[in-house]
């Protein structure tokens, strides 16, 4: 079975740039997969940040962003704030009406 | 405005029956794909199956295939996520979501508030 690879966690400091990525456990993602990226607090449903590789939800910051950085979809947050402290989810398409999730990312910002 | 909202917290013993709702608004209910995602406590997300309550298309996560029913009334715009026979590995936040129609828009959003459900004897 597909498995979705994520960092399981990340530290960044107050105004700083992270990356986090997005794989699979074999071969590369690609745009044809329509990764999407989700935020979610303790006690929180999640949140829709990007959707389609690339494309921001309505109301997100544009310091949230994503791409394809080599065989992997990744999500980079610019200028990291103290309220950016989540869990962050990818999610990736395999086709047929099937959706596979990465573990998640506990991102820290200290 | 949009909105998916689902049913309350359940605790039911294992055995049990259990069909937990969520109800769509702001839009038109058939267009549009519900997806369920298990969250079991202190863990990740887990895509569960997905219907299109226009013609209750449903597909399962192999994961999931035969170990719950995904289904929809649209007359009432609700989905339904149910199980026959509760075990204690139940016990999760269950979030539905909705996935546009379009070939190509293969996201989630908005997202329910979730539903605990507690298996326990």
Known sequence: QTVVTQEPSFSVSPGGTVTLTCGLSSGSVSTSYYPSWYQQTPGQAPRTLIYSTNTRSSGVPDRFSGSILGNKAALTITGAQADDESDYYCVLYMGSGVWVFGGGTKLTVL | ?121
């Open chain 2, 1 to 121: 405005e949009v909105q998916l909202v689902q049913s309350g917290a359940e605790v039911k013993k294992p055995g049990e029956s259990l069909k937990i709702s969520c109800k769509g608004s702001g839009y038109s209910f058939t267009s549009y794909w519900i997806g369920w995602v298990r969250q079991m406590p202190g863990k990740g997300l887990e895509w569960m199956g997905i219907i299109y309550p226009g013609d209750s298309d449903t597909r399962y996560s192999p994961s999931f295939q035969g170990q719950v029913t995904i289904s929809a009334d649209k007359s009432i715009s609700t989905a339904y996520l149910q199980w026959s026979s509760l075990k204690a590995s139940d016990t999760a936040m269950y979030y539905c979501a909705r996935r546009p129609p379009q070939v190509g828009s293969y996201w989630f959003d908005p997202w329910g508030q979730g539903t605990l459900v507690t298996v326990s004897s």
